[in-house]
């Protein structure tokens, strides 16, 4: 879709902010987030891979994330089987040679109705 969108288009992007359809953006991405050559990934919400919930990358790092699908040839020569979508995605930029960051401070969450049996509030 993003090929197609750029070479209809006539440009090529510079960078591509990934996230999901019941994400939040609760500010403005610092610079300091984006980074070449390397994809950028919230910290937390791993299970033992990646968080896949939201990522930053330039364009080449960012068509390798974006890669779930195609890429399961290649995990699976690669013999990385049996993963669940975190550890499934940081597999898929290994073999890509892709460079995870984890960022602590990236301005984003997921918005759910579920309900929990506990609690947080939250004191000004």
């Known amino acids: 879709m993003i090929q197609s969108y750029q070479h209809q288009h006539n440009f090529t992007y510079n960078w591509i902010v990934r996230t999901r359809v019941d ?16 994809y950028v990934v919230p910290s937390g919400s791993s299970y033992h891979g990646f968080n896949d919930r939201f990522g930053i990358g330039d364009y080449n790092t960012s068509i390798a994330a974006l890669s ?11 013999e990385f089987r049996y993963l669940n979508s975190e550890s ?3 597999a ?5 040679n892709i460079t995870c960051v984890t960022k602590r401070l990236v301005p984003f969450c997921v918005i759910s109705d579920r309900r929990y049996r506990y609690y947080i509030f939250f004191e000004r």
């Not at 699908?69 to 699976?76: A, Q, T, V, Y």
Request: proline share 11%.
């Open 23 to 38: 994400g939040y953006w609760s500010s403005q991405l610092p610079p300091e987030l984006f980074i070449p050559k390397q």
């Open 68 to 78: 779930r699908l195609s890429i399961i040839p290649e995990l699976d020569s690669a």
């Open 88 to 90: 499934a995605f940081q």
């Open 92 to 96: 898929q930029l290994s073999v890509r």
